[in-house]
C-alpha cells in the first residue's frame, strides 16, 4: 500500500504518537509496470538500508540515536501484508544483524488462490472489494503465466513450512465482511501448524481496508499492536 496515501500516513502518525515507536514506510514500486517480487525486493532493500543506519557513520543519526534495532516489526495492512510476510520469509537466508524482526503485523492480508473460498463466493459483489477487483489485482501483479495457487498469491502453497517457524510471532487482523475472511483464517491456521506463534484477532463486523476511511476501527487496530508490541 502506498504510503502516500492519506490514510497510510495517519496511520503511521497515530502509530508513532499512541505507542512511541518509530515508522520507517515503504513506496514500493506498483503492478502492472513492476510485477512481483518487484515489491519483495523493495521491502528487503529498505530493510538492508535500515540495518545500514546502525553502522554507517553517514548514516541516519536520528535512527542511530533513538532507534532499537534489537526489536523491530514487520507490518503490512491487505497488498502490504502480503508484502512484509513475502520479505519475512527472504530474510530467513539473509545477514541482517544488527537489526533483529522479532515479530510481524499482518493487518488484513491479501492472499488468494485458484479455489473459490465460501466468504468471496458469499461477497462476490462486495461494495467495497468485489470479486472482479480481487480477480484483476492478481492478474496484474502476478509473475506473467503464473496462476493465483503461486506461493506470492497463495501461502498455503509455501513448499518449507519448516522454515516458517523462524520467522517470529505474527498477529494477523481480519474482519468478517472482507471476502478474504476465509483465506486469512486457512493462514492462521497453517502458521499455528507449522510452529509460528500466531494471535488472531477477527471481529465479525467489518470489511476490507475499513480502517482506511473508519478512525474509530484504526484506532482499535492501533491497540491490537500495541498491546502485541
Known sequence: MSRTRPGCVFFDLQSCLLMTTIVI????RLAPEHRLPAQYDDAVETINWVRNQASDPEGDQWLRDYADYSRCYLYGASCGANIAYNAALRLLETKIEPL?????????????GKKRTKSELKLATDQYFPLPVIDLLWELSLPQGMDRDHRFCNPLKENNKEKLK??????????GGDPL???QQ???????????MVEAKFDDVGFHNIDMIDPRRAAAIISFIKEFV
Open 25 to 28: 514506510g515503504l513506496e514500493f
Open 100 to 112: 533483529k524482526i522479532v515479530g510481524m503485523i499482518m493487518n488484513q492480508p491479501f492472499i488468494g
Open 166 to 175: 523462524s520467522i517470529g510471532r505474527c498477529l494477523v487482523i481480519g474482519f
Open 181 to 183: 475472511i476465509d483465506r
Open 186 to 196: 486457512e493462514f492462521v491456521k497453517m502458521l499455528v501448524i507449522s510452529g509460528v
